[in-house]
């Protein structure tokens, strides 16, 4: 065994590359778009060291062109889900045994490969699958991905480092073990890079996962699966399902080895599981970790000092980017009564100029949303906001399903704080914005308007604003923005998460979620014990 305490490589978020025209990786990454679309891809699931095709198979469609079939993803059933729990808890020993360092390296190539030669796949599949232009494509599933990946072996150093003082003729020493059991990784259709870090992190940290990405997800998930298996993860640590959900967790959270949870998804859904996890707590071997962040109806302020131009550009990109699917996105604004007007003007002009297509025009900013219950969901919203008088649609409104899930970015303007589209979140491109007069009161309905903090953003050129909302709001907002956009975390720089009903806050891309897959282990080692019971006040 070699033996060192070894230094991790140093730190650097990965480089955003531009996809100009004609630049080598737009030349590169519209190739491997053609070559996606050529071929038609067959999406196993992956438990120990099988590749399991049931023959149930369901079609991977890109939702901005629905009529095109990318492959198929092989479904399964309870079978499945017992069969991935065995094999995860059949590689755990072996797993966990292994140094740290290898466990390390492990991830640190799958960095390296998604840097590299599984760049344009990656980003590829994304943008195909889940309807992502080129940069956004870029940001999450190269660059995001790429950061958790490094960043967290980190972060892993930094914990194992974390050691006890010791006093004379004493050494206290402290382990982190991975948790008893397997976790359980439930991740969302919106972000590759979340898909694979949440069962990544749990893992580098010695445990072993049942893997169930979305079902709206999975053809860039199972690249993310090629990856990691390229880079020699052993059969058995991460086990990838395409099983309905609710049967999977009937199954998953009765098991008694069920050890911790890592989720991102809806708040409805998370809060059910919880009530499931505790109705169950009695058959588990160990109290389960539950990570999860959930929604958002993430906030734009503005006061009557900030920049017009700041302003609208910061609830265009911030409302509209990834059609408004991001749990960060802008989408309720509080506009000061004065600065509305040239706002709206502002916003309005931008919007004109944004094009909304298919991914493989580079020059679509919009394109479409994931599904066609996610369609109908927001389109209810608009049709709704038409027919109320406290509603009024100063952009968009407008929508076609016909060949892809297109909904135009669409801004209500509304007479009441608490109309139903600034507190319920919709996650399309629908931004509602009220206009106030009292900076003071608007801070209080901000803080009261929904059940969510996850993220929100002030815009202001007047430092006492700026202290003052950040103050108030302290609550309201896990990642909160000093005059920018509401979005676009970044791993290392902007920790994220948030509390009320929007998760648990455990800061995925920085130490603090990391911690959540340990159960520490405190040894003292006595070097000269006592001989002896009794103690010297005991004498005469």
């Known amino acids: 065994m070699a ?15 531009d996809y100009a025209p004609n630049s080598s990786e737009r030349l590169k990454l519209e190739a491997a778009i053609r070559e996606a679309k050529s071929t038609e891809t067959d999406i196993p699931m992956y438990i120990g060291n099988e590749e399991i095709r049931t023959g149930k198979k369901v079609a991977v469609r ?25 094999a995860a808890l059949a590689a755990k020993q072996g797993w966990e045994d292994m140094s740290w360092e290898s466990r390390a390296a492990i991830f640190l190539k799958a960095a390296d490969l998604i840097s590299g030669p599984y760049r344009y796949k990656l980003n590829a599949a994304t943008m195909l699958g889940q309807s992502k232009n080129a940069y956004q494509a870029e940001i999450d599933s190269a660059c995001e ?14 914990i194992y480092a974390q050691q006890p003082v010791s006093s004379k003729g004493v050494w206290n020493r402290m382990e982190y073990r991975p948790l ?6 439930l991740t969302p259709f919106n972000f590759t890079a979340i898909s694979g870090n949440l069962p990544a992190s749990a893992a580098l940290m010695g445990n072993v996962i049942v893997w169930k990405p979305s079902e709206n997800q999975m053809y860039a998930a199972n690249v993310i699966m090629e990856i990691f298996k390229a880079a020699g993860l052993p059969d058995g640590v991460i086990n990838m399902i395409s099983v309905d959900g609710p049967l ?18 809806s708040t409805a859904v998370f809060q059910a599981i919880w009530k499931n996890i505790g109705n169950n707590i009695h058959k588990y071997k160990s109290y389960p970790r539950i ?11 503005a006061d009557e000092t900030a920049n017009v131009d700041v302003v609208a550009t910061a609830l265009l990109r911030g409302a509209f980017e990834y ?27 931008d919007l004109k100029k944004v094009k909304i297509g298919t991914v493989e025009d580079f020059g679509n900013f919009v394109n479409a949303v994931i599904s066609e219950k996610s369609f109908d969901k927001i389109v209810s919203y608009i049709e709704n906001a038409k027919n109320d008088p406290k509603a009024a649609i100063v952009a968009g409104g407008t929508y076609n399903k016909s060949t892809g899930y297109f909904v135009d970015p669409t801004v209500i303007e509304v007479s009441d704080p608490y109309y139903v589209s600034m507190c319920e979140e919709i996650f399309g491109p629908v931004l509602s914005v009220y206009v106030y007069e009292d900076f003071d009161e608007i801070m209080e309905i901000i803080d009261n308007t929904s059940i969510y903090a996850l993220t929100g953003s002030v815009i202001s050129q007047d430092r006492a604003t700026i202290e003052k909302a950040v103050k108030r709001l302290r609550n309201a907002a896990g990642n909160f923005y000093i005059n920018d956009k509401p979005t676009g975390a970044v791993v290392g720089q902007q920790p994220f998460g948030g509390a009320r009903g929007s998760g648990t ?16 282990r405190t040894i003292k080692e006595t070097f000269d014990p006592p001989k002896n019971y009794t103690y010297p006040f005991l004498q005469s």
Not at 150 to 158: D, E
Not at 180 to 185: H, I, N, P, S, T
Not at 249 to 264: A, K, N, R, V
Not at 505 to 520: A, E, F, I, Q
């Open 62 to 86: 890109p939702p901005h062109d629905h009529q095109h079939i990318l492959g198929y993803y092989h479904e399964g059933d309870a079978s499945h889900v017992k069969s991935a729990i065995e």
């Open 180 to 185: 008893e059991g397997f976790v359980y990784a």
């Open 145 to 158: 991905l790429i950061d958790f990946l490094r960043y967290n072996v980190s972060y892993l150093s930094q």
């Open 505 to 520: 806050n455990d800061k995925s891309g920085s130490y603090l979620n990391l911690l959540r897959w340990v159960s520490p």
């Open 248 to 265: 999977a967790g009937d199954i998953i959270f009765s098991h008694p080895e069920f050890t911790g949870l890592h989720f991102t998804g």
């Open 323 to 349: 059609q408004g699917q991001k749990c960060s996105a802008a989408s309720r604004a509080y506009i000061p009564k004065s600065l509305w007007p040239a706002v709206k003007e502002k916003l309005l002009s």
């Open 3 to 17: 033996n060192g305490f070894f230094n991790v490589p140093a730190l650097q978020n990965e480089v955003v590359l």
């Open 291 to 301: 990570v999860g962040e959930t929604g958002g109806k993430d906030f734009v302020l």
